[in-house]
């Protein structure tokens, strides 16, 4: 076990970690993209419930 994390640690030092900068703009990127999925899943399902709703009734 203290083999592996030894391991771990010696590797987490090689790993290039991004900038303030990068990670904001990709914490953006990501936020506005999720957001942009929910809105669009939500207006679909919306619409399927609609168009559901007026068809069975």
Request: proline share 2%; hydrophobic share 50%.
């Amino acid at each position: 076990m203290f083999k592996f994390l030894k391991d771990v640690s010696r590797e987490m030092k090689k790993v290039s970690w991004p900038k303030s900068r990068e990670l904001t703009t990709y914490t953006i990127t990501v936020i506005a993209t999720v957001s942009f999925v929910a809105v669009f899943f939500a207006v679909v399902d919306f619409g399927i419930s609609q168009f559901l709703n007026n068809f069975f009734e």
